[in-house]
């Protein structure tokens, strides 16, 4: 197949990376790339679906996987898995010897083994640049879902649904799969019962997600739903605000240095130091300002506020708000910065992710969440126009119009974007720039 004609079939078939900030997967491929990685990491603790996934559909993953590679001319075919996802691994031992060109990786259990980047240089050895993209380094990386997205657009089956996990406070934790746009309720309710009074919905991984509301809808890089208690430590970590956290840090940072010293990307030679950051934010001291751009080279993994501080202070908050801060005043990111060699010292720096757990209180909820396939029925969702980087898709139905799922009812826009499909079938009752709500005939 062309690289054109497969680019066509996934961008119109609305495939988005699954998770993170939905990336258009058809830009991703690129003849550049020597080496596709597929990324079987759970990069946050708690999330199962990826290992799941690819248990149950292990050879159609594999097949499209390898069709990826063969389209854009990778030599090289890498499916990055912890090497504790037993089952699946066995999964996909029954097929590897059908896929000449594709080996298997095993992980070891830390975070954030995901972050592309990190997996990037476990699998091969191969550094991205600070601010660089994987595809300068010959890498183009998916994660499992979204190739089972390519599988199932190849089929003629646009993205109108996603497999979600609900955890942690909830009497039967499960994944499962739900049409996007439904609300968060509508999932954790497939979950049994809340087992807290006033329980907090966070969205994602407890180390990079946010806590979201009951009323908001589903979208294709929708990974998790973790249902805590409002006073578990990452939920009050979250709702702090930035004023305090500065105060904080100029009264009590007791300059140990391990926030910089346990970075991931710090690790790898990127220029990104939180501990000099945060000695120069809490002190109000400009006279080197390299501090504060380099903070450009964040990846927000969490590792520094919600691990390594002895102190509970907040790095990587700080952090997200000087790189808002930089894009909304028009300062780019320092260009041309090349990383440093990777220290000998990384292997003694990598976070366990059951001590991880055990830190933030949540090796409780570490259970078997069983992944149920059969979807879940709905009677009204809420579409966005905007699940994914890039330009929000542009609405073509109109109030009153009956839609069917599957059907295109948003095409993409100039520019990079993905079509959105009606993911039940019913009647358009509104469409904005932001949404299409359809409600079930």
Known sequence: MEIKELQKIIQENGVVGAGGAGFPTYAKLDERANTILMNCAECEPLLKLHRQLLEKHAYEIMKTFQLVADTVGASESIIGIKKSYIQ?????????????????????????????????????GRVVRPGGLPIEQGVAVFNVETIYNVYRALENQPVTDKYVSVVAEVSNPVTVRVPIGCTLDEVVAQAGSVTIKDPVYFVGGPMMGRIGSGSEP???????????????TIVTKKQRTSSIDLKRAASICCQCNTCTDLCPRNNLGHPIDPALFMRAASNQDYRDLN??????????????????????????????????????????????????????????????????????????????????????????????????????????VKPGDQVTRGQIIAAPA????????ATIDGKVTEVTDRHIIIAKK
């Open 88 to 124: 699946t691994v066995n999964a996909l031992n029954q097929h590897i010897e059908e896929f000449p060109n594709m080996r298997i990786h095993l992980l070891e259990e830390v975070y954030p083994m995901g972050d592309e980047v990190v997996l990037i240089y476990e699998a091969t």
């Open 218 to 232: 589903v979208t294709k890089t929708t990974n998790a739903i973790l249902v805590l208690p409002k006073d578990h």
């Open 291 to 396: 501090p504060y751009l380099d903070a450009n080279f964040c990846s927000s993994c969490g590792v520094c506020e919600m691990y390594s501080c002895p102190q509970s202070l907040a790095p990587r908050s700080l952090l997200a708000d000087m790189k808002a801060g930089l894009r909304k005043a028009g300062v780019r990111p320092p260009q041309g910065v090349q990383a440093s060699p990777v220290p000998s010292a990384r292997e003694y720096r990598k976070v366990p992710e059951e001590r991880l757990m055990a830190r933030l209180a949540l090796t409780r909820y570490d259970k078997e969440a069983p992944m149920d396939e059969s979807l879940v029925p709905v009677s009204k969702v809420k579409v966005l126009l905007s699940q994914h980087i890039g330009a929000p898709a542009q609405a073509i």
């Open 414 to 421: 100039n520019g990079l974007s993905v079509a959105i499909h």
